[in-house]
């Protein structure tokens, strides 16, 4: 079992930054990658960046690449997205996932723990 806590989140105008954490504890030594994903209500659970817990490997949604950068911290248990050039369209419920399997890095239903979310909205 995996606990995964995520902060960060707030308001921020357009062109701003934010960096949301993600804290994750219990039987951290089995993730194989963990997520953020991001949703607005009235619209579907979509993928935003992905990072392998062993190695190097970074992967991230068309429409952040660029802007957002997804890093860990493994002795601190920690995923961080740093979100730079904000958008009103990045409004939204952010949440943190990890996955003990999975063969794709994007497909929500690969993820088995998930956290609360952090809310991040963006001002025009």
């Known amino acids: 079992q995996v606990q995964l806590v995520e902060s960060g989140g707030g308001l921020v105008q357009a062109g701003g930054s934010l960096r949301l954490s993600c804290v994750a504890s219990?039987?951290?030594?089995?993730?194989?990658?963990m997520g953020w994903f991001r949703q607005a209500p009235g619209k579907e659970r979509e993928f935003v960046a992905a990072i392998n817990w062993s190695g190097s490997s970074t992967y991230y949604a068309d429409s952040v690449k660029g802007r957002f950068t997804i890093s860990k911290d493994k002795a601190k248990n920690t995923v961080y997205l740093q979100m730079n050039s904000l958008q009103p369209e990045d409004t939204a419920a952010y949440y943190c996932?990890?996955?003990?399997?999975?063969?794709?890095?994007?497909?929500?239903?690969?993820?088995?723990?998930w956290g609360q979310g952090t809310q991040v909205t963006v001002s025009s």
């Open positions: 996932a990890a996955t003990y399997f999975g063969r794709t890095s994007s497909n929500p239903r690969q993820y088995e723990y």
């Open positions: 219990g039987r951290t030594f089995s993730i194989y990658r």
